[in-house]
Structure formats: structure tokens, C-alpha cells
């Protein structure tokens, strides 16, 4: 949506702008008619941010039916699984330039340039491909819209790097390890308890990719600079 605002100058001027502005909403979240949260969101890809919610509480859905409106949505599970946070192998492997690339791209976002009112998360190939992007107002929900793609499109979490736009504390983290992705990385700092939960699980975690430079916190042997 766009609103008149009086953009304003300490020297006394001003005029009259159109600015853009983010539509905002909070939305019941159900899961199989018993209520859960409400979600505080950017009301876009509300399948993917509630498969992702969900496989955060440790329960990865299989089998399901997904409905919606303005206020609720609602995933009613056939079939589902448990999950628990467990060690990742070492099969993805990339250039530091790919991930230095992949976050130019996902940044270049007209939507997060016009308003600075969002965050955007991304899942892409060990060689830079694209797979999808998503935009909310949380980071957390971001990066859930990415992790709830994967597991509705049944995609192999290996060869794959999530980027984040925002700051990168544990659940980030856990996240990645209970979807299977072994690279996390973001253009803003990490958290110290991010950083000993990556050490923990084998997560490759990095932080400040921006300028075509990078700092790599664990488990840099991912990164084939690092391994020449």
C-alpha cells in the first residue's frame, strides 16, 4: 500500500511524498483444528511459513491438506514425523564466491530496497542456481517460508545453502539442522549461542557476507578456499 507522508528537512522544508508501506497481519496458525500461535507476518507464502513453524516444533508433516483466509490458516495432518536435531553429514561443498554471488542476488529485492521494511531468506545450489526466494517482516519467518518450500516440495536438503538478511542466533541454526541444510550464512552478524550450536551439529556458519568478503565461524572445511 502506498500513503501520503510529509517528508520533512531540520532546515524547515518539506513536501509531500507517496511512500510504500508494508501491509502487516496477524494470523491464526492451526494445526489440525487445534489452535496454535498467532503469527505475526507479512500474509505472503502462509503454506510454506506454517510447514516451516511446524517442523521448528520438531514435527515434520508428510501427508496434509492447507487452507486459508484473511485471519487463519489451517494445516490439517494425515501424516507426520517427529524430529530431533542431529549431526549433519559433509556433502556440500562450495566457492566462496558462490555464496558472496548468491547474496547479491537474493538482496537485490525491489520490495526490501523501496521500504527497508522486510527480510528476505533464500535457498541455493552449491553452484549459485537460485531455488526460491521469500520476503517477510520477520527474519524468522523468512527463513521458516524457505525450510516449510523445501519440506513441501520434498527437496534434498544436501548441495543447497540458506542465506538469511538478518542476524543469526540459535533457532536460525536449528532450523537449518532439522531441515537437513548444512550452510547457513547472512549478510548481518551471528550470536554466540549460534555459533556453539553450529560447532555442536556441523553446521557451516557465516556471518558479515558483504564487500565480496565473508568471516566463516564453524566448520569452514565447507568452503573450498578454505580446503585448497
Given amino acids: ?34 489452535f496454535v500461535e498467532e503469527m505475526h507476518c507479512y ?5 510454506e511459513l506454517a510447514i516451516g513453524r511446524l517442523l521448528y516444533s520438531g514435527l515434520r508433516p508428510i501427508e496434509w491438506t492447507f487452507s486459508s483466509d484473511l485471519k487463519s490458516v489451517h494445516l490439517n495432518i494425515s501424516k507426520s514425523e517427529k524430529v530431533q536435531p542431529k549431526s549433519l553429514d559433509f556433502k556440500t561443498f562450495v566457492d566462496a564466491s558462490t555464496i558472496v554471488n548468491s547474496m547479491k ?12 521494511a522486510v527480510h528476505l531468506a ?3 545450489t552449491a553452484d549459485g542456481k537460485c531455488l526460491v526466494k521469500f520476503e517477510d517482516i520477520g527474519r524468522h519467518n523468512a527463513v521458516d517460508k524457505v525450510v516449510g518450500w523445501l519440506v ?4 534434498d536438503p544436501t548441495k543447497k545453502i540458506l542465506l538469511s538478511s538478518g542476524r543469526l542466533p540459535l533457532e536460525m541454526c536449528l532450523k537449518c539442522v532439522l531441515a537437513g541444510i548444512e550452510i547457513l550464512a547472512s549478510k548481518a552478524p551471528v550470536m ?16 558479515f557476507v558483504r564487500e565480496n568478503r565473508m568471516n566463516i565461524y564453524t566448520n569452514p572445511q565447507r568452503i573450498k578456499e578454505v580446503c585448497q
Wanted: charged share 25%; glycine share 6%.
Fill in 152 to 155: 513441501k516440495n520434498n527437496v
Fill in 43 to 47: 500474509a505472503t507464502d502462509l503454506e
Fill in 122 to 124: 533464500g535457498l541455493y
Fill in 105 to 116: 542476488d537474493l538482496l537485490n529485492n525491489t520490495l526490501h530496497k523501496q521500504t527497508g
Fill in 192 to 207: 554466540s549461542s549460534a555459533i556453539e550450536f553450529s560447532e555442536r551439529f556441523n553446521l557451516t556458519l557465516i556471518g
Fill in 1 to 34: 500500500m502506498f500513503r501520503r507522508v510529509y517528508k520533512v528537512k531540520i532546515d524547515g522544508s518539506y513536501q509531500i511524498i507517496e511512500d510504500q508501506i508494508i501491509e502487516d497481519s496477524l494470523i491464526e496458525f492451526y494445526v489440525s483444528n487445534h
